[in-house]
């Protein structure tokens, strides 16, 4: 589900090149890994289920960074995609704890 998530990341962040709109594909694909996550294992919640979840997230975000072909240049684009991932994370562990 990382990957996929991942590559839909990419590839939606390559069809809208609108700089803000990696927040929400990051809240898009924290809710949508937690989400299958929960269905998977029967809707059941624990502290388990949100380290999976939080690290699918970073393979997400990772997949994306392959498929563009490397980190993002600058100090200001770094730390907006790092937000844009502590915020995809935040929501796949919330909705998992």
Partial sequence: MAIVC???WWAIDWIIPIFSFSILLAYG??????????RVVNRK???ILA??????VVISYS???ILE???P????????DLLALALGIFIAVTRLR
Avoid: D, K, M, Q
């Fill in 29 to 38: 694909a924290g809710y949508a890994i937690s989400e299958v996550i929960s």
């Fill in 51 to 56: 380290i999976i979840a939080g690290i699918a």
């Fill in 73 to 80: 240049s600058g100090p200001f684009n770094i730390l907006y």
């Fill in 63 to 65: 997949i994306t960074l």
């Fill in 45 to 47: 919640r624990g502290t």
């Fill in 6 to 8: 991942g590559a839909a």
């Fill in 69 to 71: 072909g490397g980190f």
